[in-house]
């Protein structure tokens, strides 16, 4: 029997309040402002099904901005620390004896379910498996993950920045997330892809019924529907190709560069990017080892000891950016750096996001301008 | 689940000064940290944070390891303040480690430049303690001046043992009598076919990039042409984005490259 199930719309806040009993409730939530943002929810009409792009992505409930790791313990008295966080001197540290200190593990163990998330962020976060779980596995992404239940929903009203279907990672997902919705008017059609997703809706069966004929039917048009509606069809092939035969004229990358104004708002809103950064924080009682969202797009980035900075030029930084996720992911991960989900574009102030630029390369190859 | 980021606490029983704003620091850990030339511990002081740092010894039967490290920023600075018997975490090791089997039966020539020595003292180490695997072991060592160079009484001691020993310092002081220039300006000092031997290089930058040029320009093959590379990294395991270069992690694909991994790259060596 195939996990397929319907949902009617009055039953959903059942649902998910039934949810909210074992896991944390994150859905897409309007802020004060007019972003839309994932936030544990507190009142279940609140969450905005039809919404533009969250920014930033739902990564940050596994990667979060901010990450304590470990913190070491230590009597008070042993250390004479300000009570507040301050700016460690080289000269300041812990002198105590051998082996009387505690590390521990600040492991966040909580459970959550993510509502609303969109099919490119799925395929984001499927590649992030591969990332953070493949060598070393990162414990802290693993931990999250595992306790992390994601109900997608198939997107019929894509983002003029859109353009996941030329990458084959929305609208809708075919396979790899836990929980599919697809709206149906007055009805969800339901599917479930991993054992969790299966799990979760098996407990509650009560709420389902089987989808017929009809519904399989409806499910077809909405796709069908969905992939017409994009403004954008970009392809990341060609630049890449374009990029591989070495047919950017110099001064390509320089003048994409010149309009980077170093901000690091795509490396935030990006559902891909993982870099981090991690500094120790100082309390009266212990240190604590966190980790921080950091952006290859600044200079200090790379510096090394002696302050040497291999990055110091911008366009190098740019050019790593584009690199990173449009040749070294195809070549080790084989898949581009990419899901289309158009964040860079919305958040970009010099206009040189994925999409744009990526359009620009495939014009040259257009007109001609190459050499 | 393990935890990869959790260091274990060592205690350092020795210090020794090695010229200017060196030292070498031997750390005692509980349980034995089998590491190979090449490879590299993230070294923390808890409340300053981590760094890289590559083993300067070859793992032995003691549980200790030794490290060597220039004062040359906040966490290194805060090493520097440690005494013997103060507690230093580590984790690791990490990276691949030299290759050995590009050494077997061939004439070395190991190119250092300041505190690019570390790396590579286990490796000759190595060549000392297994003399009947390789050939005639060079070392080119440049330092900036006489009181950078490290290892100097240790270097005493490899030329008794059969290394041919080659300093040079970009500047002389008084009581220096030798070689002044580049260490790529010593290469009719080495008495071995390039062609047939094989370099371990560690140093400056510009230096690694100048004498693999040239090595291959020798005749060197390029996969015999060994280097190890240094990047700013916060986690040592290929996931905090730092040491990324070309398609490759200098920490876990690396540190250890050889000329035909790198010279492509631009992104690594154009840096």
């Known amino acids: 029997m195939k996990n397929e199930w319907i949902l009617e719309k009055n039953h959903l806040s059942y649902w998910l309040r039934q949810l909210r009993k074992e896991r944390d409730l994150i859905g897409p939530l309007r802020d004060e402002g007019k972003d839309i943002v994932f936030r544990s929810v507190e009142q279940i009409h609140e969450v905005i099904l039809d919404s533009p792009a969250s ?12 990450d304590p790791m470990l913190r070491l313990k230590v009597a008070g008295h042993e250390l004479a620390f300000p009570s507040r966080p301050q700016p460690v001197s080289p000269d300041v540290h812990m002198k105590e004896s ?55 929903v198939v997107c019929n009203n894509p983002d003029p920045t859109c353009f996941c279907i030329g990458l084959g990672t929305g609208p809708y997902l075919e396979e790899g997330f836990d929980i599919q919705l697809t709206d149906l008017g007055n009805r969800y059609f339901v599917q479930a892809a991993s054992a969790e997703g299966i799990k979760t809706v098996r407990g509650m069966s009560f709420l389902f019924s089987r989808p017929r004929k009809t519904d399989l039917d409806d499910q077809y048009e909405v796709f069908l529907s969905a992939k017409a509606r994009f403004h954008k069809r970009i392809s990341l092939e060609s630049p890449r190709r374009m990029i591989l035969a070495g047919r950017l004229k110099d001064d390509f990358w320089q003048k994409v560069a010149a309009r980077c104004f170093e901000c690091g708002g795509c490396v935030y809103d990006c559902p891909l990017c993982t870099c981090f950064t991690v500094t120790d924080r100082r309390y009266p009682d212990g240190v604590e080892r966190i980790r921080l969202w950091d952006t290859c797009l600044f200079k200090g980035f790379t510096r090394m000891a002696g302050g040497i900075l291999p990055n110091e030029k911008r366009v190098l ?4 950016w584009y690199y990173h996720k449009l040749i070294h992911y195809p070549e080790t991960l084989n898949k581009f750096g990419c899901v289309g989900c158009g ?17 620009e390369i495939k014009g040259l190859a257009l007109n001609g301008e190459e050499e | ?49 981590e760094v890289p740092i590559s083993v300067a010894s070859l793992s032995g039967e003691d549980n200790t390891v030794e490290l060597c490290i220039r004062r040359a920023g906040l966490v290194t600075g805060a090493i520097h303040s440690l005494k013997a018997g103060d507690p230093l975490w580590l984790r690791g090791p990490y990276g691949n480690g030299f290759p050995l089997d590009v050494s077997r039966g061939r004439d070395i020539v190991v190119v250092a430049g300041g505190i ?40 005493e001691d490899w030329k008794e043992r059969g290394i041919n020993v080659l300093l040079t310092v970009d500047r002389a002081d ?56 240094e990047a700013h990294m916060k986690c040592g395991v290929g996931k905090c984005g730092h040491c990324y270069a070309g398609p490759r992690y200098i920490c876990t694909d690396g540190p250890v490259f050889s000329y035909r991994e790198i010279k492509n790259y631009s992104l690594l060596l154009s840096r």
């Open chain 2, 116 to 155: 690019g020595m570390a790396p590579l003292r286990p490796l000759i180490k190595w060549f000392m303690k297994k003399p009947e695997d390789v050939g005639q072991v060079t070392l080119l060592y440049g330092a900036r001046t006489p009181d950078e160079i490290v290892f100097r009484e240790e270097m």
């Open chain 1, 343 to 359: 964040r860079c574009a919305i958040t970009c102030p010099g206009k040189i996001d994925m999409a744009t630029i990526a359009t």
């Open chain 1, 55 to 66: 920014l930033p992505s739902p990564k940050e409930f596994l990667i979060p901005q901010y």
């Open chain 1, 317 to 320: 930084r740019t050019m790593r």
């Open chain 2, 174 to 229: 008084e009581g220096w009598k030798g070689h002044v220039g580049l260490v790529t300006g010593l290469w009719q000092e080495v008495h071995s076919d390039l062609k047939r031997a094989t370099a371990y290089i560690c140093g400056p930058e510009v230096m690694i990039k100048a004498a693999m040029g040239e090595l291959f320009l020798f005749g060197m093959p390029e996969e015999r042409i060994i280097t190890t590379l």
């Open chain 1, 98 to 152: 051998f082996g009387k200190k505690r590390v521990l593990d600040l492991m966040d163990k909580k459970k959550r379910v993510i509502f609303g998330v969109r099919s490119c962020d799925i395929s984001a976060i499927r590649l992030l498996d591969r990332f953070y779980l493949k060598g070393y596995r990162d414990p802290y992404y693993e931990q999250r993950r595992k306790n992390t239940l994601f109900i997608s």
């Open chain 2, 1 to 49: 689940m393990k935890n990869i980021y959790l260091p274990v606490s060592g205690k350092i029983e020795e210090i020794i000064p090695q010229g200017r704003d060196v030292s070498l620091f031997r750390v005692r850990t509980q349980m034995p940290l089998d590491h190979a030339p090449g490879q590299f511990f993230m070294v923390s002081v808890w409340g300053a944070g």
